[in-house]
């Protein structure tokens, strides 16, 4: 009787969400298939009307032998390489530290925040703000303290300009891979670690048996979640650089952009957007494939 009322509950829960489900899988897969299409297709803008014909895989094989796309690719996979290791790492010596009696307190996490809670665009407004050579922040307390003895250009040049990338968007990533990280550490039992210290065992050793195999989950759900975030970066290019100077801070999700609208080269930029987007997808599987429960064998 109980399985046949709980059956019956989740029918009507099912649908119930039905009409919403419906709005939403038009809203999302109507452009994904729109562009999926689009990328098999040389569209051009002529005389205010798209001039479309079917080429099949021909943008795709324009992928492999496009320069600039094969430099945009070198800057995202450097991005987003460096920036999964800080933000994980950073994060994750945040979380120990929090994790610690004097580093529970709600002040401490509210402050962490901040970053994270700073709407996207904002945030690159801000750090233009801070990283000008005029003007900056950055310039006028470097100088003030001695460090410097002129304002810096620190976006004059590809591989500056490509690193304060990062370290804007590492800034505003740290929050959210900490909290989780965090929370994960908070469900590691304290008896394990006493335990531990009885037998003798040092802080990293307690640190390297005990709590990393406890949090090897959150960690690789971080490491996904921050690669996806990495290959979706647009607005702190847009705001801070456009993808200059020599675009050295062009990434794919920036190039497929400028491709699209700048070059107006419709086809050719859903090619590459559907590519970041099988990139993101790929990942968002492993994601899943991490928050599935595990069974243990022999469970009943």
Do not use: C
């Not at 999964?84 to 009696?101: F, R, Y």
């Not at 804007?168 to 740290?174: G, L, M, P």
């Not at 690669?227 to 702190?236: E, K, N, P, Q």
């Amino acid at each position: 009787m109980a399985t046949t009322f709980e059956k019956r509950r989740q029918n009507v829960g099912v649908l119930l969400l039905t009409p919403a489900l419906i709005v939403i899988a038009a809203i999302l897969g109507y452009p994904i298939v729109r562009s999926a299409l689009l990328a098999f297709q040389d569209v051009k803008l002529r005389a205010g009307k798209l001039d479309q014909v079917w080429v099949g895989l021909g943008n795709f094989r324009r992928i492999f032998s496009d320069e600039g796309l094969q430099h945009a690719a070198l800057n995202t996979l450097y991005f987003s390489v460096m920036e999964v290791i800080l933000v994980v790492g950073i994060g994750l010596v945040l979380a120990l530290l929090l994790n610690q009696p004097q580093g529970r307190g709600g002040f401490l996490k509210i402050l962490l925040v901040i970053p994270w809670a700073i709407a996207p665009v904002a945030n690159a407004v801000l750090w233009k703000w801070i990283l000008s050579s005029n003007y900056g922040v950055l310039n006028g307390l470097l100088k003030s303290l001695g460090l410097i003895d002129n304002y810096q250009v620190w976006l004059g040049t590809p591989f500056s300009a490509l690193n304060f990338l990062l370290l804007v968007d590492v800034w505003k990533s740290i929050p959210f891979v900490t909290l989780l990280l965090l929370a994960a550490l908070q469900r590691v039992p304290v008896v394990l670690h006493r335990a531990a210290f009885m037998d003798g065992a040092s802080s990293f050793q307690s640190f390297r048996h005990i709590t990393l195999p406890a949090i090897k989950d959150a960690i690789g759900i971080a490491v996904i979640l921050q690669t996806i975030w990495s290959l979706r970066v647009f607005d702190i290019v847009f705001v801070l650089t456009r993808g200059g100077p020599a675009d050295g801070t062009v990434l794919l999700n920036f190039l497929a952009y400028r491709v699209t609208f700048n070059f107006l080269d419709i086809g050719y930029g859903a090619a590459i957007a559907n590519v970041i987007f099988i990139l993101t997808f790929a990942l968002a599987i492993s994601y899943l494939w991490l928050l599935k429960p595990k069974t243990t064998v022999g469970a009943e």
